[in-house]
């Protein structure tokens, strides 16, 4: 073969190594949850690399026989390069040839083979997979015979030694992995307090929470409940409450809180001639550890919009409503009786307002406030009656650590309103 022809040889052989090495590093690197993603929605692109993770040893034997046959002919093309001009201008010894050739066509390979490719596949595996998918179906095709027979031979070896081949399948992912890839995926924005994250990808981290959340968790504390006593409350007195309040379902009970016999629809009091009393419903009844979804599907199924949630001790703990367990998916849902609001919003840098029912773990996600999550609390200010063994009284200044709370609003019994402010050193 000429020169020049070896030259071709060599640096196409170079290049489609480089294109293995960086391939091999991208199918490693690559965000298995997001290939997942990718090839359910199809394509031309997404299924060949859906087929690739598919039959993951057929790939990795591609790509190990084609980097090796493309080093073999990079190899011969090299030593045809090196040989005469070692000869010509450094020495004609044939040990020196031969101690050179290997130097310098090893740097080569090392650098524009290996590191360089990799380095460049590992910033975006993703996109590097599906820009590299054709050229690698390709060998993928042509190098199949040869790959099978490979995998065929590994797995016969690994049997005789008795070691159990895993399957490579891409298969059914995980809860954790597909919240560890929502959770990088938010981590990564540069600025998670301005950046608002994809909707769909808000609900779908919602949703795989979901199957975790407790109905302590997302439930209507015991305090804001609204209810009357059955044998002290009039027509007129519950009519008010329900205008006064906006709900359309109240709360009954005899005695105490403790102690709830159903809840009466606003419905009831539009004919004037009948006893409200008689119209009382039943309300279903649920211990304060139950999981979200499984009280979700209990109301679907029962055909119920809400449950009284009890403690341990069989006191009435809260009110979980159907719409309570929507918003932990979808968020808030506005409508004409949500007359209150967690107050959340940052108000000048590095100085927000919360309400103190809002969650210790929304402040740290959301607001990236370092507060320490604990069992004996769950709320902000659940925090500082914990930390300060008191109910602080209204504009108390309580400094904790980097952070400076004051009390904006309060009533005899809980925390409504709260200021946090960050050092000054940390803002600046």
């Known amino acids: 073969m000429t020169l020049t022809a070896w030259i071709i040889l060599a640096l196409i052989s170079l290049c489609f190594s480089a294109l293995f090495s960086g391939v091999e590093i991208a199918y490693i690197s690559a965000d298995r949850v997001r290939i997942g993603l990718d090839t359910s929605r199809g394509g031309i692109i997404n299924r060949i690399i859906g087929r690739y993770y598919s039959h993951q040893d057929f790939f990795i034997s591609t790509i190990l026989v084609g980097n090796n046959i493309m080093l073999v002919i990079y190899g011969m093309g090299a030593a045809a390069l090196l040989e005469p001009w070692i000869a010509e201008h450094i020495s004609d010894n044939q040990a020196v040839i031969l101690i050179l050739q290997t130097i310098i066509s090893t740097l ?4 524009t083979g290996e590191f360089l490719p990799k380095s460049v596949f590992r910033i975006n595996p993703n996109t590097s997979l599906k820009v590299s998918a054709l050229p690698v179906y390709f060998f993928y095709i042509v190098l199949y015979p040869i790959s099978w027979f490979t995998s065929w031979l590994s797995k016969m070896l690994m049997r005789m030694a008795g070691i159990k081949a895993e399957d490579t399948r891409l298969g059914v992912l995980s809860i ?9 995926k938010i981590d990564d924005l540069e600025n998670p307090e301005e950046v608002e994250v994809d909707n769909e990808v808000k609900i779908f981290h919602n949703a795989l929470d979901f199957s ?8 209507a504390p015991r305090n804001e409940l609204v209810a009357v006593d059955i044998d002290s409350t009039s027509r007129d007195e519950l009519s008010e409450l329900f205008t006064s309040s906006g709900r359309s379902k109240i709360l009954v009970y005899r005695d105490d809180i403790d102690n709830v016999v159903g809840y009466v629809h606003v419905s009831e009091l539009f004919d004037p001639t009948s006893d409200w009393k008689e119209h009382i419903k039943e309300v279903l009844y649920a211990p304060e550890t139950l999981l979200a979804n499984t009280m979700m599907r209990r109301l679907l199924s029962e055909k119920r919009s809400m449950a009284v949630v009890v403690d341990e001790f069989g006191g009435t703990a809260g009110l979980v409503t159907l719409e309570d367990l929507v918003e932990e998916i979808f968020g808030d849902i506005q409508d004409e009786h949500d007359k209150t609001r967690l107050t959340a919003s940052e108000v000048a840098p590095g100085v927000f307002e919360f309400s103190g029912r809002i969650e210790v773990r929304t402040l740290r996600d959301d607001f990236r406030l370092d507060i320490p999550e604990d ?5 902000l200010a659940g925090y500082l009656i914990n930390s300060t063994g008191t109910l602080p009284a209204q504009g108390d200044t309580i400094e904790i650590d980097d952070l400076k709370f004051t009390i904006l609003g309060r009533s005899a019994t809980r925390l409504d309103l709260i200021r946090v402010e960050k050092a000054q050193t940390e803002q600046s």
Do not use: P
């Not at 954790?176 to 990088?184: C, I, Q, R, V």
């Not at 975790?212 to 439930?219: A, E, I, K, P």
């Open 108 to 111: 080569v390979i090392l650098f």
């Open 375 to 379: 069992d004996e609390y769950q709320t």
């Open 176 to 184: 954790n992995e597909l919240n560890d890839y929502l959770d990088t």
């Open 212 to 219: 975790t959340t407790q109905l302590r968790d997302c439930m």
